[in-house]
C-alpha cells in the first residue's frame, strides 16, 4: 500500500483584523457604560463592577496582539460587542462554504488537483453556522467535486481528526484524495463582553489535501508516519448552545451559550496530556526527540506551546521549532496548527520530521507525526 501524503494546503485569511488596543478600548467602553447604567445596584453591593482591561494584560496572558475577523465594526461597536454578519437567503452561497472554497483553490492549486481529482470533502470545524444540509455538500457542489462530503465537530482538535479521517478513507479505498477544511468564525460564538476570553479568538479557514503518495503530483509532500486521536471528558471548555434552548427560555442569552472556559485548569490538565501524547508517539516510532524539525502546535497560548514544546524536546524550542501565528491570528481553533504547517514548512528539506498537533474541548487531541517526502 503506497503511503498517505498531504499534498498540499491553503488558507483564507479575512481582510479586516482588530489589535489589542482596539479591542481593549470598545471593550473598557463597555466596562464604563455597565458601570453607569448600574451604580445604585453596584453600590448597594448587589451587582459587581466590571474592571477594565489592558493591551498589555491580553498579550501577557495569551501572546495575542491581534486577530483576524469576518466582520470588525460590530465587534468593536461598544454597544454590540458581537459581529455584524446578515443572514443571505438560501439561493446565495453561505460564509462558511465561501471561505471554505478559497481555502480550497489554494490547496488544491498547491497539489496540483483540479475537482476531478477529488472524491470527498470533510469540514471539520468548532461551530456550523447551520444543522444541515452539511458545509462540506455545500462546499462540494460549489467546486464541482463528485463522491459525498459530511461535516464533523471536535473543537479545536476537528482539523487534525479530519486529517485521520482523509487519510483513513484513502487507505481503506473509499475515496482516491480528500479535501479537508476548517472554516471557522469563531468570533461569533466568543462572549466580547468578558474580560478573561473576549480576546482570544479570531476568524479563517485552513484547506488540506490528502491522497496517497502513488497518486500525488504537486511539488511538495508530507507522508503521514502516524496519527493518534485521543478525547477525555471534561466540562472545563464548554458552549451550550443548540436546538434544544428553545426548550428553556430561561436560558437564552445566558453567558453558557457562548465560548466559556477553566483557563487555569486547561493550562493545568491539557499541556502534560498533550506532551506525553506526543512523546509517546515518537518513541513508539522510533524516533527521538532530537530528530524533530518542527512542531506545528494549536494555537491557543502562547504559555502552552512553551510548556508542551519543553517537554517534548527537553529544552526550551527556538521560534523556529515551534513556530507561533497565534499573535497574528490569535487562536483559531481547529485551523491553528494547520496555519502554522501551512505558513512554516519552507525550509524544512528531504526527510525532515515534524508534529502537527491540536488538542482543545473534550478534551480532545490529535496528533500527526509527518515527513518531508
Known sequence: MSEIVISGTGLFTPSESISNEELVESFNAYVEMFNAENASEIAAGRIAALQPSSAEFVEKASGIKSRYVMNKDGIVDP?????????????AQSIQCEMGVAAARE???????????????IVAASNMQRA??????????????????????????????????????VSNGSARCVLMLNPEICSGHLNFRDRDSHFIFGDVCTAVIVESASTATGSERYAILDSKLQTIYSNNIRNNF???????????????????????????????????????QLDSLGISPAEVKRLWLHQANLSMNQLISRRVLGRDATTEEAPTILDEYANTSSAGSVIAFHKHREDLVTGD????????????IGSLVLKKC
Open 132 to 169: 444541515y444540509p452539511a458545509m462540506a455538500i455545500e462546499i462540494q457542489d460549489a467546486l464541482g467535486i463528485q463522491g459525498f462530503g459530511f461535516d464533523m465537530n471536535v473543537a479545536c482538535s476537528s482539523a487534525t481528526f479530519g486529517i485521520q479521517q482523509a487519510r483513513d478513507a
Open 353 to 364: 520530521i515534524g508534529v502537527l498537533c491540536s488538542f482543545g474541548a473534550g478534551y480532545s
Open 107 to 121: 490547496a488544491m492549486a498547491q497539489a496540483g488537483k483540479s475537482a476531478a481529482d477529488i472524491d470527498a470533502v
Open 242 to 280: 443548540g436546538f434544544l434552548n428553545r426548550g428553556d427560555e430561561s436560558g437564552v442569552g445566558k453567558p453558557d451559550k457562548l465560548f466559556v472556559q477553566e483557563g487555569r485548569k486547561v493550562f493545568k490538565e491539557v499541556c502534560p496530556a498533550v506532551a506525553s501524547q506526543i512523546s509517546t
Open 79 to 91: 454597544t454590540r460587542l458581537t459581529p455584524n454578519l446578515p443572514e443571505r437567503p438560501n439561493e
